[in-house]
C-alpha cells in the first residue's frame, strides 16, 4: 500500500491547523478549553491546563499580544494559584503589565515572588537582588510613590 500521498495530506492538516492555533479564533478555542474545566476535580487535567495557559501565554507575549497574554497568564495565577508553573507565570505576568504600562500590578508581583524568594523554587524565576533591581527601577521611572523595602 503506497502512503506517500497519504503524507501530504497529513502534513498539509498539520501546518493549517497549527496556523489555525496562532488565530484569534485558535486562541479563544485554546483558552477556551483550558479553562472550561473546574480547578480541582481532576489534576492530570490541571496539570494541562495550567500548562497550556502557561505555553499560550508566552507565545502571546513573544508576539507582542499583550492584553491577550495578560488574559491566559491571570487565568493560570487564578485558577491554579499552587501549580507547577505558579511562580514562572506570576513573573510573566509582572513582565506584561509592564508592557501594558501597569507598572503598580508589575511591582506588587514582583515584590510576592521577592518576598517568597520565588529562584529557589523556580529557576526561571530572577534571584532576588535583581527582583529587587528591577522593582527600584520601575518605581524609579515610572515615578511612583511606594518604598516597598524601607530604604528612605
Do not use: C
Not at 113 to 141: G, M
Amino acid at each position: 500500500m503506497d502512503l506517500s500521498k497519504l503524507k501530504w495530506v497529513v502534513i498539509i492538516l498539520v501546518v493549517f491547523g497549527g496556523g489555525w492555533l496562532v488565530t484569534s479564533g485558535g486562541i479563544s478555542y485554546m483558552y477556551n478549553r483550558a479553562t472550561s474545566d473546574t480547578p480541582g476535580a481532576n489534576a492530570k487535567n490541571d496539570k494541562v491546563n495550567e500548562a497550556t495557559l502557561t505555553r499560550y501565554g508566552g507565545f502571546l507575549l513573544s508576539t507582542f499580544r499583550y492584553e491577550q497574554s495578560k488574559k491566559f497568564y491571570s487565568a493560570a495565577v487564578q485558577r491554579y494559584p499552587a501549580g507547577a508553573n505558579r511562580y514562572w507565570t506570576r513573573y510573566q505576568l509582572a513582565r506584561v503589565h509592564e508592557k501594558l504600562d501597569e507598572n503598580e500590578e508589575a511591582i506588587n508581583l514582583l515584590l510576592g515572588l521577592w518576598e517568597e524568594d520565588a529562584i529557589q523554587y523556580d529557576k526561571r524565576v530572577a534571584n532576588k537582588d535583581e527582583l529587587k533591581l528591577r522593582i527600584q527601577k520601575l518605581i524609579e521611572v515610572n515615578q511612583i510613590d511606594m518604598d516597598p523595602f524601607g530604604e528612605r
